[in-house]
């Protein structure tokens, strides 16, 4: 079974959340948990992991590259792509911060002097947890493109390690990652919080799970920072709301001491508890 907690906003509360139900799933289910937040994760953080065991590199994106000696300098690289990243001083160079490895440029080179090539643009990462599940992460290169891709091979890499959950905490917005994180998965967790872009956001991210017929619940993190919008939305999630949970600064000391919530004494631990038994009962 694969559940991905995703939410349309960033900062609402989605990996702190991820991490709860990992560790409370955990306790009587065999558990693998997925980092799909691939340009910056941070559930290894939430839980407390700050090395890994194992990373490698991977490749999923291409860059163009041009080869001097075969080069007469026409200029027709340059002016067919889109994305400026081919430039000319004394000769014509790639910019490989701008290139996206299109390949319009070696199309229409009339001398063969461009070449496609792969290029490592980020790394697969695991680590067998003190509370007994691997935990997967990934981490694309600054400046490199395929967060999408970079998920899938992610989720390939988890689905090796024996489990009956895998839990996929997925990338803030609607992009690449966050479709790749929810394609697939039997269950959508939907963390909010009570502001105006919180709520437009989380409609979004809506849209995409129902593109692809999930099941989901909605949890509304920060509830008591505005009271009467967390009321309308737990309104306008009906049955589908799975409870809410308040803001605490004892859960930034949390993340602060790389503790997970639930080992701390804040208010929250019992109504994640109280979400959980809910998701729990609606998922399985």
Same mark, same amino acid.
């Given at each position: +079974?694969?559940?991905?907690?995703? @939410?349309?906003?960033?900062?609402?509360?989605? @990996? +702190? *959340?991820? @991490? @709860?139900l990992v560790l409370l799933l955990s306790k009587k289910n065999q558990i693998v948990a997925c980092d799909c937040d691939v340009d910056a994760p941070n559930l290894g953080l939430w839980l407390g992991i700050t090395d890994w065991d194992k990373s490698e590199k991977v490749s999923t994106s291409f860059k163009a590259k041009i080869d001097q000696n075969k080069c007469i300098q026409c200029g027709k690289?340059?002016?067919?792509?889109?994305?400026?990243? !081919?430039?000319?001083?004394?000769?014509?160079? !790639?910019?490989?911060? *701008? =290139?996206?490895? =299109?390949?319009? =440029?070696? *199309?229409? =080179?009339? /001398?063969?002097?461009?070449?496609?090539?792969? !290029?490592?643009?980020?790394e697969l990462r695991d680590k067998k947890t003190d509370y007994g599940f691997t935990l997967v992460s990934g981490q694309l290169y600054p400046g490199e493109s395929g967060s999408g891709k970079i998920v899938e091979q992610l989720k390939e890499k988890a689905g090796l390690y024996?489990?009956?959950? +895998?839990?996929?905490?997925?990338?803030?917005?609607?992009?690449?990652?966050?479709?790749? /994180?929810?394609?697939g998965s039997d269950y959508a967790v939907l963390v909010t919080e009570p502001t105006p872009s919180g709520f437009s956001d989380l409609k979004r991210i809506l849209e995409i799970v129902n593109q692809f017929g999930i099941p989901y619940g909605v949890v509304v993190n920060k509830w008591n920072i505005n009271p009467d919008l967390a009321e309308e939305i737990e309104k306008w999630s009906g049955k589908r709301f799975l409870g809410k949970i308040s803001y605490d600064k004892k859960v930034i000391e949390s993340i602060v001491n790389l503790k997970p919530v639930l080992k701390s004494d804040s208010k929250v631990v019992e109504e994640i508890k109280e979400i959980y038994k809910k998701f729990h009962k609606e998922s399985f």
């Open positions: +079974m694969k559940i991905v907690v995703a @939410s349309g906003k960033g900062g609402v509360g989605k @990996s +702190m *959340l991820t @991490s @709860s690289c340059k002016d067919i792509c889109r994305f400026y990243a !081919v430039e000319k001083d004394n000769e014509f160079r !790639v910019n490989q911060f *701008l =290139c996206e490895g =299109c390949g319009a =440029c070696e *199309l229409v =080179c009339p /001398s063969g002097a461009i070449e496609i090539n792969p !290029v490592k643009n980020g024996e489990h009956d959950i +895998m839990i996929l905490d997925a990338a803030a917005g609607i992009g690449c990652p966050v479709i790749a /994180s929810i394609r």
